[in-house]
Protein backbone atom coordinates (compact mmCIF):
# COMPACT_ATOMS: atom_id res chain seq x y z
CA UNK A 1 0.00 0.00 0.00
CA UNK A 2 2.87 2.69 0.97
CA UNK A 3 3.72 2.57 -2.81
CA UNK A 4 0.22 3.67 -4.06
CA UNK A 5 -1.25 7.32 -4.40
CA UNK A 6 -2.46 9.27 -0.97
CA UNK A 7 -5.58 9.95 -0.13
CA UNK A 8 -6.29 13.47 1.30
CA UNK A 9 -8.74 12.79 3.79
CA UNK A 10 -9.44 10.20 6.52
CA UNK A 11 -11.10 6.54 4.89
CA UNK A 12 -14.54 8.33 6.00
CA UNK A 13 -14.04 10.12 2.72
CA UNK A 14 -16.04 7.31 1.59
CA UNK A 15 -18.98 8.58 2.93
CA UNK A 16 -18.67 11.69 1.33
CA UNK A 17 -17.72 10.05 -2.20
CA UNK A 18 -20.93 7.91 -1.67
CA UNK A 19 -22.92 11.23 -1.32
CA UNK A 20 -21.08 12.51 -4.44
CA UNK A 21 -22.33 9.11 -6.12
CA UNK A 22 -25.92 9.57 -4.60
CA UNK A 23 -26.04 12.88 -6.40
CA UNK A 24 -25.26 11.37 -9.58
CA UNK A 25 -27.89 8.76 -9.79
CA UNK A 26 -30.39 10.96 -8.49
CA UNK A 27 -29.37 13.58 -11.48
CA UNK A 28 -29.26 10.23 -13.80
CA UNK A 29 -32.55 9.27 -12.74
CA UNK A 30 -34.36 12.73 -12.89
CA UNK A 31 -32.97 13.01 -16.56
CA UNK A 32 -34.39 9.97 -17.21
CA UNK A 33 -37.71 10.32 -15.57
CA UNK A 34 -38.64 13.67 -17.64
CA UNK A 35 -37.29 11.64 -20.22
CA UNK A 36 -34.53 14.17 -21.48
CA UNK A 37 -32.73 13.96 -25.35
CA UNK A 38 -29.89 11.47 -25.53
CA UNK A 39 -27.29 14.05 -25.66
CA UNK A 40 -27.65 15.07 -22.43
CA UNK A 41 -27.95 11.95 -20.85
CA UNK A 42 -24.61 10.84 -22.80
CA UNK A 43 -23.28 14.04 -20.71
CA UNK A 44 -24.40 13.44 -17.45
CA UNK A 45 -23.46 9.87 -18.11
CA UNK A 46 -19.74 10.40 -19.30
CA UNK A 47 -19.22 12.55 -15.95
CA UNK A 48 -20.73 10.04 -13.81
CA UNK A 49 -18.39 7.49 -15.21
CA UNK A 50 -14.93 9.54 -14.47
CA UNK A 51 -16.01 10.01 -11.10
CA UNK A 52 -17.16 6.40 -10.57
CA UNK A 53 -14.15 4.81 -12.01
CA UNK A 54 -12.14 7.02 -9.37
CA UNK A 55 -14.16 5.96 -6.79
CA UNK A 56 -13.39 2.15 -7.41
CA UNK A 57 -10.10 3.12 -8.14
CA UNK A 58 -9.77 4.19 -4.07
CA UNK A 59 -12.00 1.57 -2.92
CA UNK A 60 -9.71 -1.22 -4.85
CA UNK A 61 -6.37 0.10 -3.72
CA UNK A 62 -6.33 1.16 -1.11
CA UNK A 63 -9.74 0.73 1.41
CA UNK A 64 -10.11 -2.78 0.30
CA UNK A 65 -6.53 -3.33 1.24
CA UNK A 66 -7.17 -1.77 4.34
CA UNK A 67 -10.07 -3.96 4.95
CA UNK A 68 -8.15 -7.22 4.34
CA UNK A 69 -5.37 -6.80 6.55
CA UNK A 70 -7.47 -5.03 9.36
CA UNK A 71 -10.16 -7.21 9.95
CA UNK A 72 -9.46 -10.59 8.70
CA UNK A 73 -12.27 -12.17 8.75
CA UNK A 74 -13.55 -14.41 5.96
CA UNK A 75 -16.99 -12.63 5.43
CA UNK A 76 -15.35 -9.42 4.80
CA UNK A 77 -12.95 -11.06 2.22
CA UNK A 78 -16.11 -12.91 0.70
CA UNK A 79 -17.91 -9.71 0.73
CA UNK A 80 -15.28 -7.96 -0.88
CA UNK A 81 -14.55 -10.12 -3.52
CA UNK A 82 -18.08 -9.84 -4.42
CA UNK A 83 -18.12 -5.78 -4.35
CA UNK A 84 -14.72 -6.20 -7.05
CA UNK A 85 -16.30 -8.45 -9.24
CA UNK A 86 -19.68 -6.23 -9.32
CA UNK A 87 -16.64 -3.05 -9.66
CA UNK A 88 -16.26 -4.71 -13.04
CA UNK A 89 -19.75 -5.43 -13.85
CA UNK A 90 -20.50 -2.02 -13.45
CA UNK A 91 -17.58 -0.48 -15.75
CA UNK A 92 -18.37 -3.30 -18.45
CA UNK A 93 -21.94 -2.17 -18.82
CA UNK A 94 -21.80 1.48 -18.76
CA UNK A 95 -19.28 1.17 -21.43
CA UNK A 96 -21.74 -0.94 -23.27
CA UNK A 97 -24.33 2.02 -22.97
CA UNK A 98 -22.03 4.61 -23.34
CA UNK A 99 -21.01 3.03 -27.02
CA UNK A 100 -24.92 2.38 -27.85
CA UNK A 101 -25.42 6.65 -26.66
CA UNK A 102 -22.75 7.60 -28.83
CA UNK A 103 -24.26 5.84 -31.56
CA UNK A 104 -27.88 7.61 -30.85
CA UNK A 105 -28.90 10.66 -32.52
CA UNK A 106 -28.01 13.26 -29.58
CA UNK A 107 -31.43 15.50 -30.71
CA UNK A 108 -33.74 12.61 -30.15
CA UNK A 109 -35.68 11.13 -26.77
CA UNK A 110 -33.70 8.38 -25.17
CA UNK A 111 -35.03 4.54 -26.46
CA UNK A 112 -36.95 2.78 -23.94
CA UNK A 113 -34.78 0.03 -23.92
CA UNK A 114 -32.10 2.22 -22.69
CA UNK A 115 -34.20 3.79 -20.58
CA UNK A 116 -34.82 0.25 -18.84
CA UNK A 117 -31.17 -0.53 -18.46
CA UNK A 118 -29.89 2.66 -17.20
CA UNK A 119 -32.74 2.42 -14.42
CA UNK A 120 -31.68 -1.01 -13.69
CA UNK A 121 -28.17 -0.05 -13.57
CA UNK A 122 -29.14 3.44 -11.22
CA UNK A 123 -30.61 0.66 -8.47
CA UNK A 124 -27.95 -1.74 -8.85
CA UNK A 125 -25.33 0.90 -7.99
CA UNK A 126 -27.26 2.19 -5.31
CA UNK A 127 -27.54 -0.77 -3.81
CA UNK A 128 -24.00 -1.87 -4.10
CA UNK A 129 -22.88 1.76 -2.35
CA UNK A 130 -25.16 1.07 0.35
CA UNK A 131 -24.05 -2.47 1.01
CA UNK A 132 -20.94 -0.73 1.77
CA UNK A 133 -21.74 2.06 3.76
CA UNK A 134 -23.85 0.07 6.45
CA UNK A 135 -21.64 -3.31 6.13
CA UNK A 136 -18.18 -2.97 5.36
CA UNK A 137 -17.19 0.59 6.48
CA UNK A 138 -19.21 0.48 9.69
CA UNK A 139 -16.80 -2.40 10.18
CA UNK A 140 -13.61 -0.82 8.75
CA UNK A 141 -14.98 2.22 11.26
CA UNK A 142 -15.12 0.28 14.33
CA UNK A 143 -11.57 -1.53 13.93
CA UNK A 144 -8.48 -0.12 15.11
CA UNK A 145 -6.54 -1.69 12.75
CA UNK A 146 -7.89 -0.42 9.59
CA UNK A 147 -7.62 3.45 10.75
CA UNK A 148 -4.26 2.88 11.72
CA UNK A 149 -3.45 1.21 8.74
CA UNK A 150 -5.09 4.05 6.54
CA UNK A 151 -3.80 6.91 8.85
CA UNK A 152 -0.63 6.72 6.16
CA UNK A 153 -2.93 8.24 3.53
CA UNK A 154 -4.14 11.03 5.78
CA UNK A 155 -2.08 14.26 4.31
FE1 LIG B 1 -17.77 -0.11 -4.51
FE1 LIG C 1 -18.34 2.73 -3.06
Known amino acids: MGRRKKITHHFLKL ?12 TLAQLLKEPDITGNILD ?7 DLTEHFAME ?15 DVTDSIILLC ?6 ERDLAIILEQLHKEDADTPLSRDLKTTLES ?6 HHAQRETDDLF ?8 CTKLLKGYIV
Open 138 to 145: RQMDASRE
Open 44 to 50: TLEAFCI
Open 15 to 26: SKEHTIIQEHLD
Open 60 to 74: EEILFPAALMGIRNL
Open 121 to 126: IIGTLR
Open 85 to 90: KEHGYF
